[in-house]
């Protein structure tokens, strides 16, 4: 079992910078890719950024690419997500989540745990 928890969210004007921490607990974290995705209101779930369980390889959404960096440290078991230069389009409730491979992924499908969210809102 892993349990995950998200923090850092909140309010944040345009073009400012949030970042978003995830907690884990369970022994298979630091053998899981990672990954963080979001939903706002009236739309699905979409893929935002993955890391490999080494932290070696990274994958991001082209909304996000060159905005954001996501990042882990296996000795804290905390995957995390730099997010700079956010806009309105970026306010959604985030969602870490832990993947049953090693490889980053954007397949909801390939993730069994997940975060219950923490709300980031951009202001214009």
């Known amino acids: 079992q892993v349990q995950l928890v998200e923090s850092g969210g909140g309010l944040v004007q345009t073009g400012g910078s949030l970042r978003l921490s995830c907690a884990a607990s369970?022994?298979?974290?630091?053998?899981?890719?990672m990954g963080w995705f979001r939903q706002a209101p009236g739309k699905e779930r979409e893929f935002v950024a993955a890391i490999s369980w080494s932290g070696a390889s990274t994958l991001y959404a082209d909304s996000v690419k060159g905005r954001f960096t996501i990042s882990r440290d296996n000795a804290k078991n905390t995957v995390y997500l730099q997010m700079n230069s956010l806009k309105p389009e970026d306010t959604a409730v985030y969602y870490c989540a832990a993947a049953v491979v090693g490889f980053p992924t954007r397949t909801d499908f390939n993730y069994n745990y997940w975060g219950q969210g923490t709300q980031v809102t951009v202001s214009s």
């Open positions: 369970g022994r298979t974290f630091s053998s899981s890719s």
